[in-house]
């Protein structure tokens, strides 16, 4: 069946600018998850949904980014005022929610460059 | 968070079966260990993930000592495609939300 779709897959953005990151889960899934991988870097939590309680922000390193969640649909990751340092492949991965026992299903990522 | 201790890197013989450990001595009772793998330029791929009792899929095998402390991963015939960073991780309690923190990993090299 359909994995997780992301898009776009690249986006080059000069410094400044505001980006948004658009993230499909896969149908069902009721979690969903926001990760930052820098290059040669391991994943670094963002920010998790799930169904309808508050979302898990601890992750979000400024408050220029934030992300949304529709239900158990789309979700987009917004960051304003784009620097440098937000350069990464920005990772989506959805889970369905049973304690422990629903892995992480991710998409490829949008690779993000701000010149 | 239960935290996770593995090598940097390892090598391993193609056709010949890779053992990758990990160390997680904090972890708790109701924390489950899972294991991911990524290759270069794409999302972590799922692997295998346990409790207490070993576990086999047809990717993998998961060995966890009794006491829990630390786990094996065994893919019993690597091949050059299983080249990539592998990462263990304790996924935190359910009152965290459930949420994956990632380590560094193992970077595994298979060679010909």
């Known amino acids: 069946g359909a994995g997780v779709s992301q898009s776009p897959s690249n986006k080059v953005t000069e410094k400044g600018k505001d980006v948004e990151l658009r993230c499909d889960p896969i149908s069902g899934h009721t979690a969903l998850y926001w990760y930052r991988q820098r290059l040669g870097q391991g994943l670094e939590f963002l920010i998790y949904?799930?169904?309808?309680?508050?979302?898990?922000k601890s992750g979000l390193p400024s408050d220029r980014f934030s992300a949304e969640r529709t239900g158990e649909s789309v979700s987009t990751l917004t960051i304003q005022r784009t620097q440098q340092e937000d350069s990464a492949v920005y990772l989506c991965?959805?889970?369905?929610?049973?304690?422990?026992?629903?892995?992480?299903?991710f998409g490829n990522g949008t690779r993000l460059t701000v010149t | 968070d239960a935290k996770t201790t593995q090598p940097t890197s390892m090598d391993c013989a193609e056709g010949r079966a890779a053992n990758l450990p990990c160390n997680h001595s904090t972890i708790s009772g109701n924390e489950y260990v899972y294991w991911y793998r990524q290759i270069h330029s794409q999302g972590p791929q799922y692997i295998i993930h346990g409790l207490k009792n070993n576990e086999t899929n047809e990717m993998a095998s998961l060995i966890i000592t009794e006491d829990r402390k630390s786990s094996t991963l065994i893919l019993p015939h690597a091949t050059l495609r299983d080249t990539a960073v592998y990462y263990c991780?304790?996924?935190?309690?359910?009152?965290?939300?459930?949420?994956?923190?990632f380590g560094q990993g193992t970077e595994l090299s298979v060679k010909p």
């Open positions: 991965a959805s889970s369905f929610y049973l304690e422990g026992v629903s892995p992480l299903h």
């Open positions: 991780i304790v996924r935190v309690s359910y009152n965290q939300g459930g949420k994956l923190i």
């Open positions: 949904f799930q169904g309808n309680s508050a979302p898990d």
